[in-house]
């Protein structure tokens, strides 16, 4: 028998995958790592939600961020993701990482909106919030 998966251990997971994805990042490059300790939940359908969140390292100034995300997806294109990457609306590169045996779950790790910042966003597996709890606000 499956065990339902609740909002907390899918946040658990989605922000310890955050931070391996962020471990990727040459350390001499890193001048912080900030994880929000909080984030929404959007719907994945009628019944199921997904919890979003992120983390952004901000890196030495004049760090090259592409080399470093093309690594990442050279990382992770062996194993148990699926790896696509793409140009984003403001033309800079970006890596969509997905896990195999979910549809749902995805990260996207692509240059900050400020300088010298590489932001990871994410969503986790969808799952059924229990009775009497409101999806808004922060999780």
Not at 10 to 26: D, N
Not at 61 to 83: A, C, F, R, W
Not at 92 to 112: F, K, L
Request: glycine share 8%.
């Amino acid at each position: 028998m499956k065990v339902e998966l609740t909002w907390q251990d899918a946040k658990a997971h989605t922000q310890a995958l955050e931070l391996e994805i962020a471990a990727q990042v040459p350390k001499d490059a890193v001048i912080s790592i900030d994880q929000k300790t909080k984030g929404m939940l959007l719907s994945c359908n009628r019944t199921k939600h997904s919890w979003n969140g992120s983390t952004t390292i901000t890196v030495t100034e004049g760090t090259k961020i592409e080399p470093i995300l093309k690594e990442i997806k050279t990382h992770y294109q062996s194993g148990q993701y699926v790896v696509e990457d793409r140009l984003d609306i403001r033309g800079s590169y970006e890596v969509q990482i997905s896990p195999h045996n979910t549809s749902d779950e995805n990260y996207i790790v692509a240059e900050g909106l400020a300088p010298n910042q590489i932001r990871i966003d994410s969503g986790s597996e969808c799952f059924t919030l229990p009775k009497g709890i409101y999806p808004g606000g922060d999780f």
